[in-house]
């Protein structure tokens, strides 16, 4: 299990987790390489459906990650994540995915710090809890 390496799907706001990364990145921060990035306009877009293909896929862990409540630039778009996760949350057990694989955090423009210092403890995390079991076996 020591060499185990989980792949981490992470759906990131334009507006503020995205240019966190950014600024991470331009600030010569490090983050696991693990760490997927699929840019979204809104983190209120992320359908769960998304978030449950990719776990049957194969990702170890599902990061969702946009503006603070209150500066949405969508207006209600993170509360609107905030409670689609939090339903997903109480759905994955019935899928045999552990809850804890899926994170919803908060992270400003200006939290590359932040941002590089929640990628390391999201990837130590899920490798305590292990390789995804719940993920679909590809038949050829």
Request: charged share 25%; net charge positive.
């Amino acid at each position: 299990m020591d060499d185990f390496e989980p792949t981490i799907i992470a759906f990131v706001c334009n507006w503020c987790t995205y240019t966190a990364a950014d600024l991470a990145g331009t600030s010569r921060l490090s983050y696991p390489k693990n760490i997927r990035l699929i840019r979204v306009m809104c983190t209120g877009m992320v359908d769960p459906q998304y978030i449950i293909k990719a776990f049957l896929e194969g990702a170890d862990g599902v990061l969702v990650s946009g503006c603070h409540p209150g500066d949405c630039h969508y207006i209600n778009g993170n509360y609107k994540a905030r409670r689609r996760v939090k339903l997903l949350k109480e759905i994955l057990p019935k899928f045999g995915i552990d809850d804890k694989r899926l994170r919803l955090t908060w992270i400003g423009a200006s939290d590359g710090i932040m941002f590089s210092e929640i990628m390391r403890d999201l990837v130590r995390q899920i490798k305590k809890i292990g390789p995804n079991e719940a993920k679909l076996k590809m038949v050829i």
